[in-house]
């Protein structure tokens, strides 16, 4: 026993120690490339080469990653044969217009100065986004999600964590369960935003010809417009009140005291926004 405890001295340090990983292959500008990562950070940043180089470090050593595919794919992957306390930090450079896709399980994903396709995926590690892009889709379990990001189509989602959007998108969905919703967006053309005890919290403008919607269940769904906007409003809530500080029009309740309803047009009316919570507050006022 004794042996033994001696040779796990010697042997684990060795393979716990982070090394320095430099690789690198060719990738066409519109490729697409698959990571996979445990714990520690993976870090995607576009550039204009038709290339992939990857950067950082590998618990472990650099024999436990892997990269193959061809010019047109490229997968890779730290082995998962380690503890969860050993942590590997990917740096990732693709070409900027490349389909991304990255699913990790604690380990933290940020992406940067890709205009492709991006698809994220993490259980425990805090995702973040920046840039313009054609679409993008984040998830994460119980992880707080931010997008500095603006794209046609974008899709956010999470189970207990918060998600924090600035930009916009010709078509947005952001959904939580507990986790709050904060959004300062403009030119937005559909979008939908729903929670189930999280807060909904809008800050921004809405165009004419365009549509909003926000529901929760007993989140406070807040939304702080422009004194300006143009917009017709139609919210309902059951047992949570109804707060207009944007205009002279108070809610009605219902014979029995439990519903409420509010229904305006603010200024010449023409973007659409529907607003429905079960319980919770509903909240409009002017910047």
Aim: aromatic share 6%; hydrophobic share 40%.
């Amino acid at each position: 026993m004794r042996r033994l405890w001696i040779l796990s001295l010697l042997v684990l340090p060795g393979i716990a120690r982070a090394q320095k990983l430099d690789q690198g292959r060719a990738l066409a500008p519109d490729g697409s490339i698959k990571v996979f990562a445990l714990a520690g950070s993976v870090r995607v940043s576009g550039w204009e080469r038709d290339s992939v180089a990857v950067g950082g470090s590998v618990a472990g050593g650099p024999h436990r990653f892997h990269m193959g595919g061809t010019r047109s794919a490229l997968k890779m992957y730290v082995e998962d044969d380690m503890p969860r306390s050993l942590e590997s930090h990917l740096e990732i450079w693709v070409p900027a217009g490349s389909k991304v896709w990255v699913k990790t399980e604690s380990a933290s994903i940020d992406v940067r100065g890709v205009t492709g396709s991006v698809d994220l995926n993490s259980v425990t590690g805090k995702i973040r986004v920046t840039g313009t892009l054609r679409d993008l889709y984040a998830e994460a379990m119980d992880a707080d999600i931010e997008l500095s990001a603006t794209a046609p189509a974008l899709r956010a989602k999470t189970a207990s964590g918060a998600i924090t959007l600035t930009g916009g998108g010709d078509n947005v969905r952001l959904t939580s369960v507990s986790g709050s919703l904060r959004v300062r967006a403009s030119g937005l053309e559909r979008s939908r935003f729903e929670t189930v005890t999280g807060d909904i919290l809008f800050t921004g403008d809405l165009s004419r010809g365009t549509s909003s919607a926000f529901e929760s269940h007993s989140g406070r769904v807040e939304l702080t417009l422009p004194r300006t906007v143009s917009a017709d409003f139609d919210v309902s809530t059951f047992g949570g009140p109804i707060e207009n500080r944007l205009t002279l029009v108070r809610p009605k309740t219902s014979q029995k005291g439990r519903t409420r309803t509010l229904a305006f047009a603010a200024g010449e009316g023409g973007a659409e926004v529907q607003i429905r919570n079960f319980k919770g507050p509903v909240i409009i006022r002017a910047q």
